[in-house]
């Protein structure tokens, strides 16, 4: 036996990684006087606690599951896109200007549309990128983060002088009509008898993050666009060498993948804020990278993994709300356990493996 | 269970796992953060002082991002805090937006403003603050050409820039203000480099006193001025401290008496309007031991006379947001 079982690997490491994760930020909180286990307890009840905590840590949790999805597939096909932060950003570019501009007679139409809209707009952002890796050669990684920096700047110059309401300070677009306000999960099971916190902003959207999980998971797996994907990723030349063009895989990959983080903000923009503000995607194209990460780039992995960090940002919120602990801080414990899940993670990945290898040999003899 | 149950039941969960009491007043800070040495800080005060006084704890948040700002407000009025306290103009759309859910809970802004039933607003005298500003830096000007560093490029901080003009021109008709913005984003409150950038560029045009209405970013303003020899003014906590002898004065925007007095207040606190101006004390300039040395006597007679004439009315100052245009300067 030359690797470990399949559950270690899944379960086990990922387990661990947060574990060492969780210990040095126990430190951290200790270092500066408070108490770490008072600290996971008003997580824990913050986040998961009520109906309330659930709304928000499932809200942020589908952020990150369209943001994972997104950065899983392109990794698929041997492409690190960092760009989802800018991805979702114009994303939300696009949903705004779909929802402001078009009337519309139903929320179900306007989520449609404002689906399109988002995916069109977030992958005509990833495009550019694609087409200078596909063609010329500029590596996507490089090129997707200065990607970031300009959607940022676009987004900027729309808000301040396009969309932002006349007489009002705030760079923010003008509230959707009430036609686009999506049903939030208190609307949903409230005929069920069922009660959610009416205030939580989990909404439908969480619905279309779950459909989009197992939509990925068929394209990857059962169809043959998936297998040319994860063909090329795996071996470039040898795909080549198969007939599988390398331009078409990087650019459908990449398009897939902004599609995704542009349909993010028909959670954020759409389904909470209501209307489009800087900044609003809160740094879920980041977070995405450390979703798919630690979810191995599998849909079911991303799913949990945005579950986690969906308790990790709403428990660190409610942190920062009720204790003195400093904002900063609860980035830092955010940081471990990135680090530890993500960078970190063949630190724990190695010693695991000989522990399982040698104990294997022991047992063959 | 109903739903009202159950938020009840929720809250009471969260207020007593966070150890705290009902009722306690609440402050939420913006992008700046409490240690802004400007805007935020001046709140960070009042409450301290109420906390000092009354022996009594209120609860507290830096918001991080925009998108925070709602869920802080929800948050805070659903553990049954009272009054929950906003600082800056960004909270205004979603105050509209919160403040009508929780009909029992008391809020107030600073610098922003709803028409909510349970709002109060706090609206600040900026223009004439800066007017008595716009005195003392003429009078200590030697080139005669007086500088504006805006922070984010609003209606409210062209209000400080024009009410400044308006005093430099009345005292010293031939002087020339020049003015900048650092940006038009919520960042522009945050660069005290860029501050710095904009204050050389401003001596270079001549300029000996500059006045910062920039948040975080005047810091920069002041730090450039004190290192380059001129003077400048601070804004909205006293900042005569950070460089002795260098800064003039500062306009100080009395948010700490705001958030001192709805705290005092508590739950009886009435909605509605509060205006801080001169005459209410809202505004002043700052003298302290640290800018005793660089305020004539000429100087004070000249803050006195103007802020008596604009409590009794006989000089108007004129307020940028009230029509968007302002008559001596443009920007």
């Known amino acids: ?130 087409y200078l890796q596909a063609r010329r050669g500029s590596h996507v990684v490089i090129t997707t983060i200065m990607f970031n920096f300009i959607a940022a700047s676009v987004l900027n110059y729309m808000l301040v002088n396009v969309l932002r309401v006349k007489g009002s300070m705030d760079p923010a677009s003008g509230r959707f009509p009430e036609t686009t306000h999506l049903p939030t999960l208190h609307d949903i099971l409230a005929p069920l008898g069922i009660s959610f916190s009416r205030a939580a902003p989990v909404n439908v959207s969480l619905f279309i993050a779950l459909i989009a999980c197992v939509v990925v998971y068929l394209l990857l797996w059962r169809s043959r666009l998936g297998y040319e994907i994860r063909a090329f990723g795996l071996s470039p030349d040898a795909s080549v060498y198969a007939g599988i063009s390398p331009f078409k895989i990087i650019m459908i990959a990449m398009i897939l993948s902004g599609g995704l ?14 209307r489009l503000v800087l900044n609003s995607v809160e740094g ?73 290898i040698n104990y294997a040999k022991r047992r063959a003899g | 269970m109903t739903l009202m149950k159950s938020c009840l039941g929720a809250a009471a969960t ?74 800056g103009f960004a909270m205004s759309a979603p105050l509209d937006e919160i403040a009508p859910d929780y009909p029992d809970t008391t809020f107030v802004t600073n610098d922003g403003w709803s028409d909510a039933p349970n709002v109060l607003n706090t609206v600040f005298s900026e223009h004439e603050g800066s007017y008595l500003a716009g005195i003392v830096a003429a009078m200590a000007s030697e080139s005669d050409v007086l500088g504006f560093i805006g922070g984010m490029d609003i209606p409210l901080i062209r209000k400080f820039g024009c009410g400044y003009a308006q005093g430099v021109l009345a005292t010293k008709p031939e002087a020339k203000v020049i003015s900048n913005m650092t940006g038009t984003t919520p960042t522009a409150w945050n660069d005290p480099v860029k501050g710095g950038e904009l204050t050389k560029a401003q ?55 705001s958030v001192y007095d709805a705290m005092m207040k508590g739950e009886d606190l009435e909605p509605g309007v509060r205006v801080m101006d001169l005459a209410h004390d809202g505004v002043a300039l700052a003298m302290d031991e640290h800018n005793a040395d660089l305020i004539t006597d000429e100087m004070k007679a000249a803050v006195e006379e103007a802020t008596a004439k604009i409590i009794a009315g006989e000089i108007t100052v004129h307020d940028y947001t009230s029509d968007d245009s302002c008559p001596v300067i443009d920007f």
């Open chain 2, 203 to 257: 001596i270079s045009q001549g300029a000996d006193v500059i006045y910062a209405a920039a948040g975080g970013t005047g810091l920069g303003v002041l730090q450039t001025a004190a290192d380059e020899g001129i003077l400048s003014v601070g804004v909205d906590s006293n900042q005569n401290h950070l460089h002795p002898g260098k800064v003039l004065t500062s306009m100080v925007k009395r948010v700490d008496v």
């Open chain 2, 14 to 87: 969260m207020a007593l796992s966070a150890g705290a009491a009902l009722a306690d007043p609440a402050i939420i800070f913006d992008l700046g953060g409490k240690f802004d040495k400007s805007f935020n800080e001046a709140g960070h005060n009042g409450a301290q002082k109420w906390a000092e006084e009354t022996g009594k704890d209120y609860l507290e948040i830096e918001i991080q991002s925009e998108a925070q700002r709602e869920q802080a407000l929800r948050r805070f009025a659903e553990t049954g805090a009272n009054p929950v306290i906003t600082l």
């Open chain 1, 1 to 130: 036996m030359d690797k470990m079982p399949k559950w270690a690997d899944v379960a086990l490491i990922p387990f661990l990684n947060l574990l060492i994760a969780f210990v040095l930020s126990g430190l951290v909180i200790l270092a500066i006087g408070e108490n770490p286990i008072k600290a996971l307890q008003m997580m824990i009840s913050g986040a998961l606690g009520s109906s309330y905590g659930w709304g928000y840590t499932l809200y942020y949790a589908t952020n990150f599951i369209f943001t994972g999805l997104a950065v899983s597939i392109a990794f698929k096909a041997a492409m690190f896109n960092i760009g989802g932060e800018g991805q979702a950003m114009i994303g939300g570019l696009g949903v705004a200007l779909v929802c402001l501009y078009i009337p519309f007679p139903h929320w179900s139409v306007a989520l449609l549309v404002a689906m399109a809209g988002g995916a069109i707009f977030g992958a005509a952002w990833a495009i550019i990128p694609a």
């Open chain 1, 261 to 274: 983080s542009g349909m993010m903000s028909i959670n954020n923009t759409m389904g909470e804020a209501e």
């Open chain 1, 284 to 356: 879920a194209g980041f977070i995405g990278i450390a979703v798919a990460l630690m979810g191995r780039n599998h849909p079911f992995g991303v799913l949990l993994a945005a579950l986690l960090f969906g308790f990790l940002y709403q428990g660190g919120s409610e942190l920062s709300l009720w204790t003195k602990i400093p904002r900063e801080l609860v980035i830092v414990i955010q940081a471990l356990v990135i680090l530890f899940t993500g960078a970190l993670d063949n630190m724990v990945r190695g010693p695991v493996e000989r522990i399982f």
